[in-house]
């Protein structure tokens, strides 16, 4: 598996003519981990939503909700921790909706999520010609010492410091759905939520507490977008461009593990992360190319795995007792 | 369905249903209103423009039709895939690629029947980029949710791309009214044309668009295919059991679905939107908002003709906004809570049935289907 992934990196890094300018570059490395890092918050939340059972198309919503309000709430208080919290809780507050329409008045799943999603995006459109929320990037945290360390340096030790988050939030999350009764259910109801409701699980109930936490981690990687990225000041509308559908393509490429997940996020991150830098190095690839590249890989990444793994048995299949 | 023979409790489920719609209807209108005016905007104005812009002008309601056209052609394509059990959602990438191969039909082509063959390239163009989703599905089991929502982004980069290159799409007359990179615009001859009534004028599309409606549900409720499909939709194991090729009905399900985006882009090019040019961003959103009729319609096709009418006319409307100092933007909230909320209603009733009636003993899908063989 990990063989396997391995390769695949290196048939695709080779597909760019410079990879070794490319593998050489600082700022290339540091770009890739962030957004590999705000990839990462999306996708640990999507993860633990697919192991309850949903796909959770809303993730995208929960994300944009984040980046708005984070913006917003910078802009009104200069306070970075209040800016992500409440970043935190709008996309609490999109889970919410989400949960309540999919998990309780069983309404399908993705129409909710793709409404959603759009409903979102308006709202912060609209809402950013009225308040527009302008932020200034949060100065990156040089590690001593370790940052000095050529490469990949500054990439892993010199970001702003809300990238850092990921760093307990991982672990916490692999606790939480390994080593914790709660996640003992979450994964029951995603594989069989049938079993899962005879030994008096609610079932439907741990899907929707499961999708607010995606709804927190999606809210919070928002939040990192804003405030996190180099060069991008304030909220602007398509700022979080179906990063959220990445992650969910993340989550796919991982096989629905945990360290599958992160890789790919680093994966995804690594193309992204092209479409910034290879100008800067001075290489000419066309503009339209270098956008699409993410989703290109994307779709074929998930091509390649989809079939190699085992998803959640009840995946995008909601649960109505005494129907299914 | 009713295990009890009267008609009242049916009756009553009824008359609850339409009040929840009202109710829901109400409730979303509130939230919007609420919204413009705690921004600072006059809801009231606000209201009024978009009833002006879409109905009450002069020569409005002809342009409302005109916009809700391809809308509805684009949620019986999204009806026809949901029929068989998959979520295409992908529309606005379909019908950007449609729109682009119609496009290059029409501006590469000579003789008669160039508008038939440039409707017809966009049929292509929307199956075969639906195609690519359902070639994932069946031969890779990507989830279709996840491919055609990605290829909607790569049409919009890869129509962009061929509005670079003038052997593809660029407009290469040296006289072209601005930078903007466009087509080139369509000849007078392979344009739909127009109907004109009591001052107001909409496009041939709009007749086709209706037609298909008709088409689309007596054949998904009367035919053999139709119902392959629904049984598909409803129970992939026991569709295998009664012949149905699942691979073949899904695929060409999803890519009929697709073509219908696809002809949707070619008709809104070949009707005018945009000036008969393909440009940059020219679905505008047309795809996602048709995808909503189809959700709002509950997937009954003769049920988007009105959903599509009120679309349409917020697509209109919003032109009249600029007025009243209130982002068009507004509109995209306005609808999708109006979409949020007409959700609602049916998902409630359906749980109310299920409390008061148990449910169905679950049916177990072997034997009966063993005897529906013999």
Known sequence: ?324 | MSSNGTGSPKMMRGAKLVALYVLAIAIALALSALLIAVTGGPWRKVFTALIDGSVRKPGRWGDTLAESAPLLIVALGAIISTRAGLVNIGQEGQLAVGAATATYVATQSSGPFVLVLALLGGVVGGAVWAGIAALLKYWRKVPEVISTLLLVFIASQGTGYLLTRTFLLLDDDPNKPNRVQTSAQLDADTRIGFIRIFGNAFPWSVVLAVVLAVVVSVLLSRSTWGFRLTVLGRNPRTAQRIGVPVVLAGASALMLSGAFAGLAGATMLAAGTANYRYTPGFANNVGWEGLLVALVARNRPLACIPVALVFGALRTGSGFLAATGVERSIVDVVRSLLVLALLVPPAIVAIQRRRVSPPPAPVSTDEPVVAVAR
């Open chain 1, 1 to 324: 598996m990990i063989g396997m992934i391995g390769m695949m990196g290196v048939v695709l890094a080779s597909a760019a003519s410079a990879v070794g300018d490319v593998l050489t570059s600082e700022a290339m490395y540091q770009s890739a981990m962030r957004f590999a890092i705000v990839l990462g918050f999306a996708a640990v939340g999507e993860w633990i939503a697919e192991r309850a059972g949903t796909l959770n198309i809303s993730i995208e919503a929960m994300m944009i909700g984040g980046a708005y309000s984070s913006a917003v709430a910078w802009g009104a208080f200069d306070n970075v921790p209040i800016a992500l919290a409440i970043g935190v809780v709008a996309g609490v507050v999109v889970s919410l909706v989400q949960a309540h329409l999919s998990h309780q008045l069983s309404i399908d799943q993705f129409v909710v999520g793709l409404t959603l999603n759009l409903f979102v995006l308006g709202l912060a459109l609209f809402l950013d010609s009225r308040w527009e929320a302008v932020t200034s990037v949060v100065k990156p945290t040089k590690v001593p010492l370790l940052h000095d360390i050529p490469l990949v340096g500054e990439a892993l030790f010199g970001q702003p410091w809300p990238m850092y988050l990921i760093v307990p939030i991982v672990p916490l999350a692999w606790w939480l759905v390994f080593r914790t009764r709660w996640g003992l259910e979450i994964r029951s109801v995603g594989d069989n939520p049938q079993s899962a409701d005879v030994s008096g699980i609610h079932v439907n109930r741990r899907r929707r507490e499961a999708i607010m936490v995606a709804g927190a981690c999606a809210g919070l990687g928002g939040g990192v977008l804003v405030l996190g990225q180099i060069s991008i000041a304030g909220y602007e509308a398509g700022h979080v461009g179906l990063k959220g559908i990445i992650a969910i393509a993340a989550v796919i490429f991982g096989g629905w593990t945990l360290r599958g997940t992160l890789i790919g996020c680093v994966l995804f991150g690594y193309f992204f992360a092209l479409q910034q830098t290879l100008p800067v190095l001075g290489y000419r690839i066309n503009a339209q190319l270098a956008a699409s590249l993410p989703y290109i890989v994307a779709l074929l990444v998930t091509a390649v795995f989809a079939t190699r793994t085992r998803q959640p048995r009840a995946l995008a299949q909601p649960f109505v007792r005494g129907l299914t």
